[in-house]
């Protein structure tokens, strides 16, 4: 069993900068993609990043230069860090973790960016 939990999120202005974590539990963490996920209001749920077991990422077009994802397998925790943020970046982000077919979900944590 591994349990997810976020943190980070707030309100911030355009142009500012947050950084969310991920805290995870279980000793399979290092073997584990991660990923952030986010679901703006009336929108669908979108990958937003992901980083594997070896620390390969990939990031949605739409965030490409603008945010980080990492990893700190000591800590169980992910981080992403986004700058340059925009409105368009308000949602809530929830953190993934994919391990030997099993998916696990932490609650989110809600992004609001404002103009």
């Known amino acids: 069993q591994v349990q997810l939990v976020e943190s980070g999120g707030g309100l911030v202005q355009a142009g500012g900068s947050l950084r969310l974590s991920c805290a995870a539990s279980?000793?399979?963490?290092?073997?584990?993609?991660m990923r952030w996920f986010r679901q703006a209001p009336g929108k669908q749920r979108e990958l937003v990043a992901s980083i594997t077991s070896d620390e390969r990422t990939n990031y949605a077009d739409s965030v490409k230069g603008r945010f980080t994802l990492s990893r700190d397998n000591a800590k169980n925790t992910v981080y992403l860090q986004m700058n340059s943020l925009k409105p368009e970046d308000t949602a809530v982000y929830s953190c993934?973790?994919?391990?030997?077919?099993?998916?696990?979900w932490g609650n989110g944590t809600l992004v609001t960016v404002s103009s």
């Open positions: 279980g000793r399979t963490f290092s073997r584990a993609e």
């Open positions: 993934n973790a994919a391990y030997s077919g099993l998916h696990y």
